[in-house]
Nanobody
Framework: QVQLVESGGGLVQPGGSLRLSCAASGSIYPIYAMGWYRQAPGKQRELVAG???????DYADSAKGRFTISRDSAKNTVYLQMNSLKPEDTAVYCCRLRAGRPPGDYWGQGTQVTVSS
């Protein structure tokens, strides 16, 4: 059984920062991809940032230059450092893991990020 535990969401003022964490446990090997998606009200879910198995990263255009994804492989944890937050970053942020044999997609329950003054 795979479990994803997210933390770090909350309310922040425009220009502020937040750090999200997602820790994976269970039958999670091999890991093919792990990252963060977000869904704002009335909008489709979109990739924010993620790792693939070769260690390369992918970022949404809106996240480039402001957000940084990192990982601690020993802890099976990925982090999303979000700086210079804007109101349009307000969304539920969900961790996604693609792992296992055969590969399966796993999602965290989501953490709310609200950027507002």
């Amino acid at each position: 059984q795979v479990q994803l535990v997210e933390s770090g969401g909350g309310l922040v003022q425009p220009g502020g920062s937040l750090r999200l964490s997602c820790a994976a446990s269970g039958s999670i090997y091999p890991i093919y991809a792990m990252g963060w998606y977000r869904q704002a009200p009335g909008k489709q879910r979109e990739l924010v940032a993620g790792f693939i198995s070769d260690g390369s990263t992918d970022y949404a255009d809106s996240a480039k230059g402001r957000f940084t994804i990192s990982r601690d492989s020993a802890k099976n944890t990925v982090y999303l450092q979000m700086n210079s937050l804007k109101p349009e970053d307000t969304a539920v942020y969900c961790c996604r893991l693609r792992a296992g044999r055969p590969p399966g997609d796993y999602w965290g329950q989501g953490t709310q990020v609200t950027v507002s003054s």
